[in-house]
C-alpha cells in the first residue's frame, strides 16, 4: 500500500472542475416525475434488480426456489437497497450543508453543492416511490447503524466525510449500471437506475477532488484516524443494503435465507469486483490502512 497523496486541486482548477459539473447538471439532468413511468401497474414477471446481484444467487437455497420467489426476492432486495439509499442522501445532504455552511456564495463550488443537494433530494423521492411501487414496506437500518449514521453525520468532516460519501455511491454505482442494462428487470427501475448513474457520475466527481484536497497535508495520525472513520462507515452502509426482513416478505425461510446469504461467495465476489477501483483510490490517497483494511475484508468490499 502506498501512503502518497495525489497533490491537491489549485484552486482556479478547483473552479472549473466545479463549472464544468454545473454545466453537465444543466445539460444532463431528469426529472423523474416525467422520466419515469410511474402509471402502468407493477409487471411481476420482471425481477427487481439483476439475479446475479442477489444475496441468494448461487447458493443451494436458490436453486430450490421457483421463478416468482427469485423475482420477488430481487424486488424487495431492490427496495431494501433504495430504502438504505435514501438513509445515506439525507446523511449526504447534511454533511454537504455543514461543509459549506457561511461560504463563499458566488464560489461555483458552493453553488454545485446546493445543486448536489437538490439532485440527492430528487432522487431520494425517486427511489421512495420505486419502493412503494415494488410492494415493499419500510426497510430501515438497524437501531444501532442509525445512532452511529446520526453521530456520523453531526461529526465527520473534511475527507471523512467525502470518502465516505465516495464509498457509498461507488458500489451503488456499479451494481446499478448492470441492473439499468437488464432487461430482465423491470422497466420502471431499469430507468429509475439509468437516472442515479447519469447523476451521480458528477457526485462522486466532486467527492473525489474534495477528498484530494482535504488530506493535502494531513499528517500521519489524521490519515489513520480517518481511515478507520471512513471504513466503519463503508461497514454500516454495505451491510445495511439488504435488511433482514427481505426474505421473509418474499416467502422465504429467513434463518436458512441469512445462514446461506452468509457464506454466499458468489455475492462476495460481485461486492469485490465493483470495489477494485474504489479501493485503488483509497490507497492512493492514504486511506487504505491496516486497521481500515479489516473493516473492509468483514465488509467484503477488499
Request: hydrophobic share 40%.
Amino acid at each position: 500500500m502506498t501512503s502518497s497523496t495525489s497533490s491537491a486541486t489549485e484552486p482556479a482548477e478547483r473552479e472549473e472542475i466545479a463549472r464544468r459539473l454545473l454545466d453537465s447538471s444543466e445539460a444532463l439532468s431528469f426529472d423523474p416525475n416525467t422520466e419515469v413511468d410511474w402509471e402502468t401497474p407493477l409487471d411481476t414477471d420482471y425481477h427487481g434488480a439483476s439475479p446475479e446481484w442477489s444475496t441468494l444467487y448461487g447458493t443451494a437455497y436458490w436453486n430450490e426456489m421457483t421463478e416468482d420467489q427469485k423475482r420477488e426476492l430481487t424486488r424487495q432486495e431492490a427496495a431494501s437497497v433504495a430504502s438504505t439509499g435514501i438513509w445515506f442522501e439525507m446523511i449526504l445532504q447534511q454533511m454537504i450543508l455543514r461543509d459549506f455552511y457561511a461560504k463563499d456564495p458566488t464560489d461555483p463550488a458552493f453553488q454545485w453543492a446546493l445543486t448536489e443537494i437538490a439532485d440527492e433530494c430528487r432522487h431520494s423521492i425517486m427511489f421512495a416511490r420505486g419502493a412503494a411501487k415494488l410492494r415493499a414496506p419500510a426497510y430501515r437500518p438497524s437501531r444501532i447503524v442509525v445512532e452511529l449514521g446520526r453521530a456520523f453525520k453531526t461529526v465527520a468532516f473534511g475527507e471523512a466525510a467525502y470518502a465516505a460519501i465516495l464509498v457509498a455511491e461507488e458500489v451503488l454505482d456499479v451494481m446499478q449500471r448492470d441492473w439499468m442494462r437488464d432487461e430482465r428487470v423491470v422497466p420502471f427501475v431499469r430507468t429509475v437506475n439509468n437516472i442515479h448513474v447519469v447523476e451521480e457520475s458528477r457526485h462522486m466527481k466532486f467527492a473525489r477532488e474534495e477528498t484530494k484536497e482535504r488530506l493535502e497535508g494531513a499528517g500521519w495520525v489524521r490519515r489513520q484516524i480517518n481511515a478507520v472513520v471512513v471504513a466503519i462507515a463503508s461497514y454500516c452502509i454495505v451491510g445495511s443494503m439488504v435488511n433482514k426482513k427481505v426474505y421473509a416478505n418474499a416467502g422465504l425461510d429467513t434463518k436458512r435465507a441469512l445462514r446461506e446469504a452468509k457464506a454466499n461467495e458468489q455475492h462476495k465476489s460481485m461486492l469485490r469486483s465493483s470495489c477494485a477501483g474504489l479501493m485503488e483510490f483509497l490507497d492512493s490517497a492514504g486511506l487504505l490502512t491496516k486497521a481500515s483494511t479489516w473493516f473492509y475484508k468483514r465488509a467484503n468490499l477488499i
